[in-house]
Structures are given as structure tokens and as C-alpha cells.
């Protein structure tokens, strides 16, 4: 069975560092994955996905992350944080053959001055 | 152009009763999903539609929860005789066709709260 681990409920980072969440999946077939973003009160919002055609892939916002199959890695990583990427960070992953995700725990992101 | 759209925003209700919520997906999305946000058990997925193909219910908890869509458009997810434990925040998603690999638009979702 697919399933996502994001590792740190809670991740805070000052305003210009950078930002790193973590994510790994576990598949008995190959994965697609994808970062989605959740701001205060809103749906999910999505950053990127990875569909197996590059392992680097660039999203929204300046994000991007990076399949490392060796790994069954999927971190999310941005050079330099701003205040307005505070938000709850989601990483997923699509069963082959299926189009539900499933949904790591998420990552709470805090951004400080 | 409009995204997808649920109703109500915020929904409290009495043990016992029922609830409906409505989700009208992205006009032209063929596929449309329910998922359920909880503290204690994260974003899990509920239920999707594909066209006029038999829905998958695989992830509804209990025979409370159904589901349906009208038309290949608007759905409803009825939950009846509402426990303490069905206060959740019930997401609506939609994609433009059944790809696995197809973006998922995610609606606000609707806050229900069983007193």
C-alpha cells in the first residue's frame, strides 16, 4: 500500500533562509507525487507534482523538489523563505491506477523576521 | 475563470441530525472528489466520481456518509444521524479528466461542527 511521511509537524525558518520540508513515500509501483500548499481557511492549492518526466521539478512560488527514487525522497525546498509562505505544506502521492491522494500528515510552516 | 465552490462555508448541527453539503466542481471536469480534514486523522480521501462510471466509495467510514452527483456536475455528500466525530472540514476537489497524474482543484472545503 502507497503511503507519505512527512517528517516535522512544525518547521520554523527566518524570513530569507532556506526552507526544506520533508517527504517520503512508500510504493510498490512507481509514484507520482505532489506538494500542495494550504493557506489559513482555504483548499489546497498546488505547488508541483512530479509525473516521472523530470526528477527536478519547479512549482509555483519560487519551490521546487526533487524525486530521488534511491531515497524514495520527495523534499520540498525554496532558496529564500518569505513571511508569506507561511502556511500548512501537504505532500501526496497518487496510487498507480488510482486518482485519489493520499495525503502525508502535513508540515506547518513558520516564517519569522 | 471560477474554481470550485462548496456550501455552506460553515455548518453546525445537533447530534443526530443530518447534513448535506454541495460542491459544484470546475465546469468541464469530468472527475470530482471528497475528502475530510480532521485533527485527528489528517486529509483522508472519501469518495470520487468519473463520468457516468460507478463511483468509488472505498474511503467512506460508515454507511452514514453517501454521496452523489447530478447531471456529471454538482455533488451533495449527505452524512446522517451526525456523530461528535464526523466535525470535520469536508473538502470538494475536481480534475479534468481521471489521469492518475491529472491536478486536483481544491475547493474551500465546509467546516462542520456536530455539537
Known amino acids: 500500500a502507497q503511503s507519505v511521511t512527512q517528517l516535522g509537524s512544525h518547521v520554523s525558518v527566518s524570513e530569507g533562509a532556506l526552507v526544506l520540508l520533508r517527504c517520503n513515500y512508500s510504493s510498490s509501483v512507481p509514484p507520482y507525487l505532489f506538494w500542495y500548499v494550504q493557506y489559513p481557511n482555504q483548499g489546497l492549492q498546488l505547488l508541483l507534482k512530479?509525473?516521472?518526466?523530470?526528477?527536478l521539478v519547479k512549482g509555483i512560488n519560487g519551490f521546487e523538489a526533487e524525486f530521488k527514487k534511491s531515497e524514495t525522497s520527495f523534499h520540498l525546498t525554496k532558496p529564500s523563505a518569505h513571511m508569506s509562505d507561511a502556511a500548512e505544506y501537504f505532500c501526496a502521492v497518487s496510487p498507480g491506477g488510482y486518482n485519489k491522494l493520499i495525503f502525508g500528515a502535513g508540515t506547518r510552516l513558520a516564517v519569522h523576521p | 475563470g471560477a474554481g470550485v465552490s462548496q456550501s455552506p462555508s460553515n455548518k453546525v448541527t445537533e447530534k443526530g441530525k443530518d447534513v448535506e453539503l454541495r460542491c459544484d466542481p470546475i465546469s468541464g471536469h469530468t472527475a470530482l472528489y471528497w475528502y475530510r480534514q480532521s485533527l485527528g486523522q489528517g486529509l483522508e480521501f472519501l469518495i470520487y466520481f468519473q463520468g457516468n462510471s460507478a463511483p468509488d466509495k472505498s474511503g467512506l467510514p460508515s454507511d452514514r456518509f453517501s454521496a452523489e452527483r447530478t447531471g456529471g456536475s454538482v455533488s451533495t455528500l449527505t452524512i446522517q444521524r451526525t456523530q461528535q466525530e464526523d466535525s470535520a472540514v469536508y473538502l470538494c476537489?475536481?480534475?479534468?479528466?481521471?489521469?492518475?497524474?491529472?491536478?486536483?482543484?481544491f475547493g474551500p472545503g465546509t467546516r462542520l461542527t456536530v455539537l
Open positions: 512530479y509525473t516521472s518526466a523530470a526528477t
Open positions: 476537489a475536481s480534475s479534468a479528466r481521471q489521469g492518475e497524474t491529472d491536478t486536483q482543484y
